[in-house]
């Protein structure tokens, strides 16, 4: 008598029994998102353990972000790259193309005065940028899980799925910095710039659209709610770079 316990795989909906499903591979034991999941399980193995997924999640993040990333904290996960790595991955990019291409705000300042504002810009994302980084993703999931609260995600649902949105939107940075080391005119790259500021601010409020648009009825409500849920962290980090400046530059800015 067959004692195996048949499990129905979470990324495929197969009916599996054993440590993998027959039919696509992914762990029978994947589970919901939990923060010791997060923080115990999940981070030793998606440091040490890379796969073909970065180029999949990639597309699926610039193709339907919101419903690709359900998708995954749901357990479809056997072909994605964890949100561990992936941030990991988008992290090392950002920082070697700015080593290859000497990427400095700075650069972006039309006069002295906007290039003496750059330049404090530049110091403080020397000494805060990755501090600042952490900070924005975990002020963002706090944000998103209570608008979103009738989801019923829990924190670190709402942790994974920001990690990859803002991971994501490091790639969109990564893009600019390679166009604006082509030589252009600093008006011209300072509204490539400004551009690249509202890409990254509808890509989010694209990202929850998706995401969320399964537990909303009321369409004018719920987008609303993905304002909110976006804007609201984006002034909260606004307020918190001008106070820095003001720290750096010891002056009113």
């Known amino acids: 008598m067959n004692s195996e316990i048949s499990i129905t795989c979470l990324n495929c909906g197969h009916q599996a029994s054993g440590r993998y499903c027959n039919q696509c591979g992914q762990p029978t034991d994947t589970q919901r998102i939990t923060l010791p999941h997060v923080f115990k399980k999940e981070f030793l193995k998606w440091i040490f353990y890379y796969n073909k997924g970065l180029f999949h999640t990639l597309k699926e993040l610039f193709s339907r972000p919101g419903h690709a990333i359900r998708e995954y904290v749901a357990g479809k996960r056997v072909q994605h790259l964890g949100y561990i790595s992936f941030l990991l991955v988008a992290i090392v990019l950002f920082t070697l193309a700015e080593k290859l291409t000497g990427f400095s705000y700075a650069r972006l300042g039309?006069?002295?005065?906007?290039?003496?504002?750059?330049t404090a810009f530049d110091e403080m994302i020397n000494k805060y940028g990755k501090i600042l980084f952490l900070v924005e993703i975990l002020f963002y999931a706090v944000c998103s899980y209570v608008v979103f609260r009738k989801a019923k995600q829990?924190?670190?649902?709402?942790l994974v799925l920001n990690t990859y949105k803002t991971s994501a939107i490091l790639f969109i940075n990564i893009v600019f910095i390679l166009i604006e080391y082509i030589p252009h005119e600093v008006v011209v790259k300072l509204q490539i710039y400004n551009g690249v500021m509202w890409v990254t601010l509808l890509y989010g409020i694209w990202f929850y659209y998706q995401y969320f648009s399964v537990y909303y009825k009321n369409r004018f409500l719920f987008l609303l709610r993905t304002l909110l849920a976006t804007l609201i962290p984006s002034l909260f980090f606004i307020v918190i770079v001008i106070y820095?400046?003001?720290?750096i530059t010891g002056a009113k800015i």
């Open 244 to 247: 820095l400046l003001m720290l």
């Open 154 to 158: 829990n924190y670190a649902e709402h």
């Open 110 to 118: 039309s006069g002295l005065e906007d290039q003496k504002v750059l």
